[in-house]
Structures are given as C-alpha cells and as structure tokens.
C-alpha cells in the first residue's frame, strides 16, 4: 500500500476541445507509464466514437508512477472526465473522488462556457486547482489576456499559471512538478471501517460489470464481501486492480487509492454512480453525501428502417443498457412506423452517441423522431399529470379560463 503522503488524486477539467486527452496523453508519455510504442492519440478514450468526434464520453482513470525533483516516488491518479454538460452529473462525482485539479485553458480561445461549468465543480468539491494555459504554440496564443480573464471570471488566482504545449511536449515537466508540490495529498484512516465511492462503472463481456472505486476509509481486499449502500446488494470481490492504463491486479487497496474490483456484477444498473461501497459485515451505514440516481431529460423515439429488425434492436438496446445506467427504454408503437422503443437520455449528444453505436455496432439502420422533453401540468385541484406526447394535452375547450393547468418543463 502507497503512504498517504505520496499519493496525489487529480481531474482535468477544461471546456471541449481545450486540449485536456492531448494532456493526459503527454503526462502518460513523459512519466513512462506507456512505452512510446504502445502510445497512441486519445490514450484514455476507448470507444471509437469519442476518437472520432475528439470528445471524452466517460470518466477514465490511469495510475502514474513518478520520481520528483525532490528524489521521492509518488503515485498521481489522473481521472479524465467528460467535458460536455450531458455528462455533469458524471463529472460532479468524479470530482469528490480527487483532491485536486488542473484547469486547461486554451490560450488562443479564453475562458469558454464550459470552462466555468467545470471549475465550479472543482470548486464545490473544495479542490487546490492549478492553471494551466495549453496550445502555446499557436500564433493566437496570447497567454497574459488569458490569465488576466481567469482572475476576472472565474477568480483564480493566475499568477503562476503554468504554460503548456500539450502537442509540442513543452511545459509537462513543470506542470507534474505542480501535481505534487502545490495539490494536496488525500485523507484517510487504515483502521476505520470500508467507506468507497463508486466514481464509475461498465460492463466486461467476460468479467460481468467492471467498478471504479476510490478509497476513502478502510482497506479493500480481494475475496472480501462488499455491498452497496443505495440498494443493500451484497457481492463477492472476484479482482482488484489500477489502471496503467492496462488492468493490472493487485492484492488490497489503501485509504487514498484508486482502483477497480469486479464482483461477477451482471447489470450497470446496480453499480449507481456516487454510491458507497462498504463491507458486508462490520461496515459503516454513513452514505457519502450528493448521491442521486441518474436522470434521462430528454426522450425521443427510435424505430428500424425495416420493421423485421425489431427483434434485433431489442437485443442492441438491451446489451448498451447493461453499460450506460442513464439510458432508459420502453417499447412503444406507432401508426405510421410500426414497433419501437421510446428512449430517455441525458442530452442531445448522449442522444447522438447512442444512436451512433446502435447504427455502426449492430448495422441497424434507424428512424429517429424529434426529440422532446417531459412537461408537468399541474391542474386546479392539485393533481399533476406527465405530458409525454402532445396528442396527451387535456381538452381545455370546456374550461373556464381562470381553471386553466399551468404547464412547465421538467428541465
């Protein structure tokens, strides 16, 4: 088990396209923990899709090794999060995993919308946050308006806001210097009971339902009984591991760490994000705070081009469910395009990413009906009704104009 004091719990937040994978792949490379051979672009984005479109889609953790300047050996976990706002909830829990932060900006482009969405979370999980002003290279970079705009808006002090190439490799050195100098490193008691946060979680073909954890309390052994605060299940760890960015088992994890377990789990449904892991027996029943189930916001209607592939967009939907807990699904029919699935999501990317896999991973070809949201008419005695479809709306030709339903959005 890695000391306490030489352990360093970080994200990288940023607004999209602000250079945050370029940088974890460079804090990879320079601290060896992939040999250059094995190095490729986007090195924590898994799926295809987000290589494509250069977007992060889920959370991903890698354990570095580093030797500072100081002679001594430290362990950075790097969470890489989502930078988009269907993913917030996401990125809010992985947060409270880590201590710190270090917030890229693009020094051509400023401070953007998501750039503040993102730090506010950092700020609200009470993080050390480390500036840090990418994309020098670029003729536009214009390094001392940035960081006067990051004292303006956001109210961080940019003084020392450390500059990055990213691409180029320039500043990275510096900048894993300022991991472990100015980002605190986490607390934690070896003898108290088991307290973990479930910060993600998806599905393995082989090993059932793979959880990212962090330690916050105790010790997490391999052939120990755990259960899950939200729901009382109760599991079997088969394995525990860290990411490099590899699996690589291990036999405990520490008050601290990060890692992950697999317990034979069969859903994604029953790993909630922001949950708390906890022993079987002699475990605590204080839950970690700002837990919330996730909740779809936005629903549309997705049909096969030819109905005789009904049975096998069943099956498509039914295998992404297991490993996206945020995506909700029930059969419906229509007139005009026969049987299909009305589905809920968290946005219109979340939205465009699942209709993307459906397509490309089981060639199904789809008819997508605009998207909509749910509305709430709240009626005169106090009763509220959903409103998923507008053929649903009550008949108001018969009602005084003082009794009408006031109708709102849920978002």
């Known amino acids: 088990m890695t000391e306490l004091n030489k352990i360093r719990n970080f994200s990288i937040v940023a607004h999209i396209d602000h250079g945050k994978s370029t940088l974890a792949d460079r804090l990879i490379q320079e601290t060896g923990t992939v040999k250059d051979r094995d190095m490729q672009e986007q090195m924590l984005d898994s799926m295809d899709i987000e290589r494509e479109r250069g977007i992060t889609i889920k959370a991903n953790t890698v354990r570095i090794d580093y030797k500072a300047d100081d002679g001594e050996d430290y362990v950075l976990n790097l969470i890489d999060t989502p930078g988009h706002v269907d993913f917030a909830y996401e990125v809010s829990r992985s947060m409270r995993a880590v201590e710190g932060s270090l917030l890229v900006v693009d020094s051509s482009q400023g401070v953007e919308a998501q750039t503040l969405a993102n730090v506010y979370h950092a700020m609200d999980a009470d993080h050390e946050i480390v500036s840090i002003l990418n994309k020098i290279d670029l003729p536009a970079s214009d390094c001392d308006r940035v960081a006067e705009q990051i004292e303006d808006v956001i109210g961080l002090d940019a003084t020392d806001a450390i500059q990055v190439s990213a691409k180029t490799g320039q500043g990275i050195r510096e900048t894993l210097e300022a991991i472990v100098t100015r980002l605190p490193a986490p607390v934690g008691e070896r003898d108290a009971p088991l307290k973990a946060m479930l910060v993600d979680s998806w599905y393995d073909a082989y090993l059932g339902v793979i959880v990212l954890v962090r330690i916050i309390d105790g010790v997490l052994k391999k052939g120990e009984r755990i259960k899950m605060l939200s729901n009382s299940s109760v599991h079997h760890v088969d394995r525990i591991g860290v990411f490099k960015p590899q699996r690589e088992e291990i036999a405990e994890l520490g008050p601290g760490e990060m890692g992950f ?33 996730a909740q779809p916001v936005v629903f549309c209607g997705l049909f096969p081009v030819d109905s005789a592939e009904f049975e096998d967009l069943r099956d498509a939907i039914d ?5 996206d807990a945020s995506f ?21 990317l979340h939205l465009e990413v699942i209709r993307d896999r459906i397509e490309r991973e089981y060639n199904i070809e789809l008819i997508t009906t605009a998207p909509s949201v749910i509305y709430h008419i709240h009626m005169k005695d106090g009763t509220m009704q959903e409103l998923h479809n ?4 009550p008949d108001l030709t018969f009602v005084d104009h003082m009794q009408e339903p006031r109708i709102k959005a849920t978002i």
């Open 261 to 293: 377990l697999t317990a034979s789990i069969k859903q994604v449904r029953d790993t909630r994000v922001g949950d708390t892991i906890t022993h079987e027996k002699k475990g605590t029943d204080e839950a970690l705070p700002g837990f919330k189930p």
């Open 319 to 323: 295998k992404l469910a297991l490993n």
């Open 328 to 348: 909700s699904f029930e059969m419906e029919t229509s007139a005009a395009l026969g049987f299909g699935f009305r589905c809920g999501f968290l946005g219109l």
């Open 390 to 393: 507008p053929a649903d709306m």
